[in-house]
């Protein structure tokens, strides 16, 4: 069972425009959420994160929001640009002691010039 | 910092054939984590150590799946007997601690078992 979900695939979008990218979760216990980017033949990169008692979190033209009550995050960027082209990886782990990391499947995400 | 290293890179190899990806953790780091990667799962987490002890082991599909950690700055994931529902890439991944937000990944294995 799939405890982080991105369920479309893949985005394209139009260089300088924005990409959104969505992200839900099931575990109510999650309250560290994270952003991974991948290139092709390199492991996954961390972009940016956000703790549960924020909404927001910004670094740049990076933006994660997180709305608690729907179990939904979302990773904006502003404006894309063709250097954004990669996969993005959601995560999210819980305050145990132990705890790990959870991965959604990824989102392909294609910034045409 | 060389960052994580991994080898090898790519490793073709015969279905019921011993493999054995290697890891090399940033100096420094406590935790090191065993992902794979599949089109139809995602990124897995498979096992992770702290302080060169295994904490989690759930994700490890199989007993035919083993990992050790002799020491801070090496691991190694074994899959005997390899089949080819094993053919991913598999990456290694590094932490100064366990509940830490940056995770550091290797490059990689991509693995085929014909």
């Known amino acids: 069972d799939q405890q982080v979900k991105q369920n479309s695939p893949s985005l394209s979008v139009q260089e300088g425009r924005i990409s959104i990218l969505n992200c839900d979760y099931t575990?109510?216990?999650?309250?560290?959420f994270l952003w991974y980017k991948k290139y092709p033949a390199e492991g996954p990169t961390f972009l940016i994160s956000?703790?549960?008692?924020?909404d927001k979190n910004e670094d740049g033209r990076f933006t994660v929001f997180l709305n608690k009550s729907a179990k939904h995050l979302s990773l904006h960027i502003v404006p894309s640009q063709p250097g954004d082209s990669a996969v993005y990886f959601c995560?999210?782990?819980?305050?145990?002691?132990?705890?790990?990391?959870?991965f959604g499947k990824g989102i392909t995400l294609s910034v045409r010039p | 910092d060389a960052g994580v290293i991994q080898s090898p890179r790519h490793e073709v190899t015969e279905m019921g054939q011993e493999v054995t990806l290697r890891c090399k953790p940033i100096?420094?780091?406590?935790?090191l984590f065993w992902y794979r990667q599949t089109m139809m799962r995602g990124l897995e987490l498979l096992i992770y150590?702290?302080?060169?002890?295994?904490?989690?082991d759930s994700g490890m599909p199989e007993d035919r799946f083993s990992a050790k950690m002799p020491n801070a700055s090496f691991s190694t994931l074994k899959i005997q007997p390899s089949e080819p529902r094993d053919s991913a890439v598999y990456f290694c991944?590094?932490?100064?601690?366990?509940?830490?937000?940056?995770?550091?990944f290797g490059p990689g294995t991509r693995l085929t078992v014909l």
């Open positions: 991944a590094s932490s100064r601690q366990l509940r830490t937000d940056t995770q550091y």
């Open positions: 100096s420094g780091h406590n935790s």
């Open positions: 150590f702290n302080n060169n002890v295994p904490i989690d």
């Open positions: 956000i703790s549960s008692i924020k």
């Open positions: 995560a999210a782990s819980d305050t145990g002691a132990n705890s790990k990391l959870t």
């Open positions: 575990n109510s216990m999650f309250d560290y």
